[in-house]
Every structure is written in structure tokens, then in C-alpha cells.
């Protein structure tokens, strides 16, 4: 197993890193079961949730770190390992299934040289899949950052994936 | 003017956000005396991005399928010549509203309609209404009236909406939770997200008079996190609501006190089970629970609760103005008023639509959906998501109620309904909710676990071509057990999309399974490609695109594809030209 609860140790660091959470913890603490939104909280403002950063959380509410490792594997939107960049969130709900999203997905797989939940490792692309994204009338859809695609080609969503790495790599590449 | 702009998730995935911005900067720089408004989703989804132009006498134009010069366009003609532009023309409110016809807006009556981030919209459509009239009866009267409207649960499981009120009612503890279940997870169906993107007072409303009717001072929406648009919606509408009195306390000066709180949901399906939701409100894992006690009588932190569904309590502000009677003139015996789909898949106008209980699949396919898209043969709809089943063209006349929906196998579920096509592949279908029933499992119950992961393994070895005999029986075996065994309702439907498949198309799994054939194509392991040499006339294309470099070929030659290589990935179909079709599968 890649992680353990007692991994790390809370040291005087780890505390002064968490600092951000301060707030946020002494708002929900008081109220029993709040759990799930401080790890909300927490992603949102991490990105992720690092197990120093379940721990802290755990101490802090005083509640057992397995519990809250239990639950921050549990639910699908807590992330233990950072994203990238871009989350491609390619949609297998059902009316995307049937409109051919497997194909998309051998595409952008062979195109990120990525498995569905994977991130590559220029760390520009994390690929993910989701239940519906809701436009069920663009399928079959894929979601970037917050901004939909569809209906896609194989060759469209490989375009796609193109299209931002070179914007990327042009950024990357300019004089600073 | 007012210029409507449809921006539900649907609207802004096809760029209405582009559109509403690109007007507004013109509106603004040209000084035009035009509105803009963004408004919800009307439910033709297939039309998207949408703009209405409401006319100063009321009349409104429907525009679709735009870009914002097309929408600055129109907006020009308008204003400039009071002319609508023929070419984009959905709809005219003059004419009969194509693909609306046929369809009773009862849960959605304002979405699309008007601006959900307005509650003054939403007052001006006789919203809080009927609130206002529920807080002059006596409790009792207001759960008499949805008695009387035949209304239950439209989450899935159907269960008379009175009933749960007046037992959660009936519990002698004082304090009292109402919760609204917006954790929809059918993979497919965005009928809550529609209703609290569109119209999010409708659902604050209903739940503020299910928190009367039951006694509970407390009110919680458990929606998903996945819906950003919907519960920023929900925020303001509960901010304004509380602004303005209808929510707080003493609502409208009674002595009747409620507040409504929302909590993410984070993603996982049981948790749209009442007592998983229960679990992961309280913190933990999302798991159920055994049934009874019931949420009525333990629920949140142990206290009654009652949980409802969002279309459910969108139903209740119209029963309570309209009286329970109305409700129940629409639909047919045991099944009352109306219910809400989200059609999609192999459609043609593919959306969000509200038809009275009791109208056929047929006419909601064929009339309302416009038919099959490209107008292939129509196979089978899916009803019901992963607990549901799959309905076969030779019971298309089926009529959309709890009890005649039971009986093929499928569950009328919580909206979603997908069509499929001779290109689907119903082994395929029943392999897809199994993988996902079996993700999605949360494992505390064996049969679940285990055995949907053993359906799975099943379903997986025929798509590709490694069943053996005796599959079929082993998989009816398995269903019937977990059926029966499983803690919740996840469980106890797994095997529906299965068990649905096998009766209607059980041909299709003996070819897989038999012959090794996929009938409908779209099993890998089990597809040959191969070159018509008679219609291939050696234009290389294909060639070029060979991932696995395994045609054969020079310009002007006949190409040949190697089997050994081959790995089924298709390309060489798709870049064969339309002109030459040289590329078979079979
Ligand atoms: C696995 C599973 C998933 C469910 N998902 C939902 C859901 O997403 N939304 C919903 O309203 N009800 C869902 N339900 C049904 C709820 O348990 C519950 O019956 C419903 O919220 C009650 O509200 P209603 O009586 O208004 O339908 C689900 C049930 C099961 C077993
Ligand atoms: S199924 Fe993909 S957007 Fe709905």
C-alpha cells in the first residue's frame, strides 16, 4: 500500500504549512459531522489532499486519521495526488456511451500517452472520466477546465488535446 | 425588448455565455434600450445555444443553434425592423412551440422561462403563492391536499409523498429534518439539475411547505458537487428568499420559522440512497443502512427526517395553487400528474421534457423526440439508468406509468431515458451499468460487491468473444441472488439492465456467445475489418492511418488489411472515403 496513516508525523511545519486551513477549521469544528466540506475546503484551496494534510485535518478535528482517510477515499472528488494543469474530464455517461465514447477515449489515451486517471508527466494533463456532464445533447462530450467539447471525433478531441499543448509549450517557450 | 439567453449547463457547454456577453457589450455600447436577461433551460437541448426575443406586446421569438454574430443579428433585425430572421427561427409564442407540443409544464413551468436569479421573476409568475396559502391551513389540511393529488416520489421508487410526510409527521420527537435528495446520479439524466438551474425558488418553495406540513425547522439540500451552476443558483435564491421573508424566521410574519441549508455531495452514487445520503451528511462514508427504522422515524442524527427528491417537491408549490384535484385529473389510475425525462441518445431533439403520466413511449420518442436520429431503426430505450432496464421496440406502446413500466422488467427511475439505435449493443449496454453499479458499490453488503463484480467478469469475457457455455444461466443465477441479498437498493437493481437485456434480446448475446459476433458492431475483440477489393481503389488514406501499420498497399493498388495485426481500431472505416465505402466490417 503507497500510503499510511501514521506516515508522517506532525511536526511544528506541517502546522505552520497548514496555516491556510486555520480559518476554515475553526468554522467548522463546533459542528458535528463537517467532515466532508473541510475536505472540500482543503482541496480547493490545495488542489489535492496530501496524506500531511488528511492528518493535520484528522488531528485538528479530532477524529481518527483511518476515519478520515476512510472518507477521503470513499467519494470520488478528493484527490490524494495533485492534477495537472488541464483536467480532461472525458464523460462515459450513458447517452455519451452510446454515442461512441470509448473511441474518444482510445484517442485521448494514445494521444496523452495516459491512462484515465493519470497525469502526464510534464504535468500539464490530468485525464479523467465523470458520470454526465450534463449535455447530454453534445455527445459524446469532454470537459476541460471547466469548459465543454462535444460532439466529438476521435480525431477532434486528439486536436483539442494539440491545440493546448502547443499554446502551452509557446508560453513556455517565451522569453520571460 | 428582452433578450432571454439560455445559459443552463446545457446553454453555456454550447457557448451561450459567449453569446450573452458578446450582446451585452453591444446592448451597452450601442445604448440600445434592450434587457438581457440569462434565463434556464427550456429543455430543447438540441437547439443550443437558444435566445429568446420577447417583444414589448408579449410576443416572443425563439432562435437556435447560434453564434453571436448570428444572435447580434437577429437582435439588429429586430430592433431595427421589428423582423424576425427566418433562417435561426425555432419558435414563435404565436405559433404552436414545436417540440414543446404534447408536453405539460407542471415541475417545469418556468424553466427556460424566466431569470432564475430573480426572485422577483419568480413572485411575478405567482411564486411563494402558494406558501402564503399553506401558512392559513392547518398542517393536516396541506398533507390532505397532497393526498389528494396522487403526487409520490418522483427519486424513483414512486412511494406516495403524503404518506412520508405524515409518518415523519406523526413521530413525537420535536425536532424534525426535511432533506432534498439533488444528488442525482443516473449517468445521463439532468432533470434536478435542469429544475434547481432554472428554477431554484420552485424547489425552496416546495421543501418550505413540506417543512410546515411536517413540523421541521430545518431544511438541507444535499446536491452534488459536480452541479457548480446549480448550487450557485441555489445560494442566491436562498439569500433572496431569506431577504425577503419567505424563509427565516416567522415566514410572512406567522410563527412558522425554517431555515434551508446546502451540503455538497462528493461524488458517489449510493449516496443518493436515503440512508447513505443520511450517512455522508452526518460525515462518514456514504453507506446505507438496513430499512427500518426508516429516515421518517431515524433519520438525521437519529431524528425523523423526511427526504424528497427535487422534482417531487417542484410539484407541491403548483398542487397547493392549483388544488390536489387538477393534479390528479392528469395521468391514469395510480400514476397522477406528470413527470419530467431527460431524453437522450440516439434522438433527434434530444433534451428535457414533461409529459402527463400515461402517453406512450411512442409518442414521446416519435412525436416529441422527433424520432430516431439519421433515421435509423429505433431498438431499445433505456429507462431507469442502473437500476433500470431496457425496453424493446415491440413494446414502444407502453404507457409512461409506475405499474406498466414495472412490468417490462425496466423502472420508470428518476427521469433519464436513453435511446438507442441498431448500432447499440445491448450485451454492451448491460456490460456498461454493470461496470458502473460495480464501481460504484460502496461494499458493505457481499452480494453487491462480489457478485456484481462477477456479473461483470461475466459480461466482460462475452464482449470479447471469451464466453463459454452456460454464461447466460450463470448470470440469471447471480441475479436472482444479488436481487434478493443485497443491503440497498443499489444492489437490489444491479441486475436489472442485465436481467431486461437477456429477456429482450437474449439473440443478441447467443451470437456473442455462439457465433462470436457482435451484431451490432461495436464489440472490438469481435469485429473483422476487412477490403472490398472490388470498390478499393488505392487512395492510401487508410494506409496513412494504420496505427498498427497493417495494410498492405502501394497508390492505385488494392489494400489489404493483415488480421494477425489488425487491432480493431477502426480508423481505416472512418477515413475510407463516403465515395469509395471499400472498408467492410463484420
Ligand atoms: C442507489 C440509489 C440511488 C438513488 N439516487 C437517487 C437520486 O440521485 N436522487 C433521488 O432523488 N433519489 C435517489 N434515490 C432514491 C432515494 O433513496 C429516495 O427514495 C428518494 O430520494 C425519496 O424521494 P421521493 O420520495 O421524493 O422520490 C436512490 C436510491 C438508490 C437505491
Ligand atoms: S451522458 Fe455525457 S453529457 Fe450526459
Not at chain 2, 443478441?508 to 470498390?535: N, S
Amino acid at each position: 500500500m503507497k500510503y499510511c496513516c501514521g506516515e508522517q508525523q506532525d511536526t511544528q511545519s506541517s502546522r505552520s504549512e497548514f496555516e491556510p486551513l486555520t480559518d476554515i477549521i475553526a468554522r467548522f469544528k463546533e459542528e458535528p459531522g463537517s467532515l466532508i466540506p473541510v475536505l472540500q475546503k482543503a482541496q480547493e484551496l490545495y488542489g489535492f489532499l496530501p496524506i500531511p494534510l488528511l492528518n493535520h485535518i484528522a488531528t485538528e478535528l479530532k477524529i481518527k486519521k483511518a476515519h478520515v482517510f476512510g472518507v477521503a477515499t470513499f467519494y470520488a472528488q478528493f484527490r490524494l495526488e495533485p492534477v495537472g494543469k488541464f483536467l480532461v474530464l472525458l464523460c462515459q455517461g450513458t447517452a455519451c456511451h452510446v454515442n461512441g465514447s470509448d473511441r474518444i477515449e482510445a484517442a485521448l489515451t494514445e494521444e496523452l500517452k495516459i491512462n484515465i486517471g493519470e497525469t502526464t508527466p510534464d504535468t500539464f494533463f490530468t485525464l479523467d472520466s465523470a458520470a454526465c456532464l450534463g449535455c447530454c445533447s453534445l455527445a459524446p462530450v469532454m470537459m476541460i477546465n471547466g469548459q465543454a467539447y462535444g460532439p466529438l471525433t476521435p480525431d477532434g478531441a486528439r486536436k483539442t488535446i494539440r491545440e493546448i499543448r502547443q499554446k502551452e509549450e509557446g508560453k513556455e517557450g517565451e522569453p520571460r | 425588448m428582452i433578450i432571454r439567453v439560455g445559459l443552463g449547463s446545457c446553454g453555456i457547454a454550447a457557448g451561450g455565455n459567449e453569446i450573452y456577453n458578446y450582446l451585452h457589450k453591444n446592448i451597452h455600447d450601442k445604448q440600445w434600450s434592450i434587457d438581457i436577461e440569462p434565463t434556464g433551460c427550456i429543455g430543447m437541448c438540441y437547439l443550443e445555444p437558444l435566445i429568446d426575443v420577447v417583444l414589448d406586446h408579449g410576443v416572443i421569438y425563439t432562435y437556435g443553434n447560434l453564434n453571436p454574430e448570428k444572435a447580434l443579428d437577429i437582435v439588429e433585425h429586430h430592433l431595427l425592423n421589428q423582423n424576425p430572421l427566418q433562417d435561426y427561427l425555432v419558435a414563435c409564442s404565436n405559433e404552436a412551440n414545436q417540440g414543446l407540443e404534447g408536453q405539460v409544464r407542471v415541475a417545469l413551468q418556468r424553466c427556460g422561462i424566466i431569470n432564475p436569479e430573480s426572485i422577483d421573476d419568480y413572485i411575478y409568475s405567482q411564486g411563494y403563492l402558494a406558501l402564503e396559502q399553506v401558512l392559513s391551513l392547518t398542517p393536516e389540511q396541506v398533507i390532505v391536499e397532497i393526498k389528494n393529488s396522487g403526487l409520490s416520489g418522483r427519486g424513483g421508487a414512486g412511494f406516495p409523498t403524503w404518506f412520508k410526510w405524515e409518518a415523519t409527521r406523526e413521530e413525537k420527537i420535536p425536532v424534525k429534518y426535511v432533506i432534498c435528495n439533488a444528488d442525482e446520479g443516473d449517468p445521463g439524466a439532468f432533470m434536478d439539475r435542469s429544475l434547481l438551474e432554472g428554477d431554484p425558488h420552485t424547489v425552496l418553495e416546495g421543501m418550505t411547505i413540506a417543512a410546515y406540513a411536517i413540523g421541521a425547522a430545518e431544511g438541507i439540500i444535499y446536491v452534488r458537487a459536480e452541479y457548480p451552476l446549480a448550487i450557485k443558483r441555489l445560494e442566491i435564491a436562498i439569500e433572496q428568499a431569506n431577504n425577503r421573508g419567505f424563509l427565516g424566521t416567522n415566514i410572512l410574519g406567522s410563527p412558522f420559522s425554517f431555515q434551508i441549508i446546502i451540503k455538497q455531495g462528493a461524488g458517489a452514487f449510493v449516496c443518493g440512497e436515503e440512508t447513505a445520503l443520511i450517512a455522508s451528511l452526518e460525515g462518514e462514508r456514504g453507506m446505507p443502512r438496513l430499512k427500518p427504522p426508516f429516515p421518517s422515524q431515524k433519520g438525521y442524527w437519529g431524528l425523523p427526517t423526511n427526504i424528497n427528491n427535487v422534482e417531487t417537491l417542484a410539484n407541491v408549490p403548483w398542487i397547493i395553487r392549483h388544488g390536489g384535484e387538477s393534479f390528479a385529473a392528469m395521468g391514469t389510475d395510480k400514476s397522477k400528474g406528470t413527470k419530467v425525462f431527460a431524453l437522450a441518445g440516439k434522438i433527434k431533439r434530444g433534451g428535457l421534457i414533461e409529459v402527463p403520466m400515461g402517453i406512450s413511449l411512442r409518442d414521446i420518442i416519435y412525436d416529441i423526440g422527433g424520432g430516431i436520429k439519421e433515421d435509423k431503426q429505433f431498438k431499445a430505450v433505456q429507462l431507469g439508468g442502473p437500476s433500470g432496464g431496457c425496453i424493446p421496440a415491440a413494446l414502444l406502446d407502453t404507457v409512461v406509468d409506475y405499474e406498466s413500466i414495472k412490468k417490462t422488467g425496466a423502472i420508470m427511475g428518476s427521469g433519464g431515458m436513453i435511446i438507442m439505435d441498431e448500432s447499440t449493443c445491448m450485451v454492451d449496454i448491460a456490460r456498461y451499468f454493470l461496470h458502473f453499479t460495480q464501481d460504484e458499490s460502496c461494499g458493505k453488503c457481499v452480494p453487491c460487491r462480489i457478485g456484481t463484480k462477477r456479473m461483470l467478469e461475466i459480461l466482460e469475457n462475452i464482449c470479447a468473444g471469451k464466453g463459454t457455455p452456460g454464461d447466460l444461466d450463470r448470470l440469471e443465477t447471480l441475479a436472482a441472488g444479488i436481487k434478493s441479498s443485497s443491503l440497498c437498493g443499489l444492489g437490489q437493481s444491479a441486475p436489472n439492465p442485465v436481467l431486461t437485456t437477456l429477456k429482450y434480446f437474449r439473440p443478441e448475446y447467443e451470437a456473442h456467445l455462439e457465433d462470436k459476433k457482435c451484431p451490432a458492431h461495436q464489440c472490438k475483440a469481435l469485429l473483422t475489418y476487412f477490403i472490398d477489393p472490388k470498390r478499393c481503389k488505392g487512395c492510401t488514406l487508410c494506409v496513412k492511418k494504420c496505427p498498427a501499420q497493417c495494410i498492405s498497399g502501394q497508390v492505385k493498388e488494392v489494400h489489404v488489411i493483415d488480421q494477425e495485426k489488425c487491432i480493431k481500431c477502426g480508423n481505416c472505416l472512418e477515413v475510407c472515403p463516403t465515395k469509395f465505402n471499400a472498408v467492410v466490417v463484420d
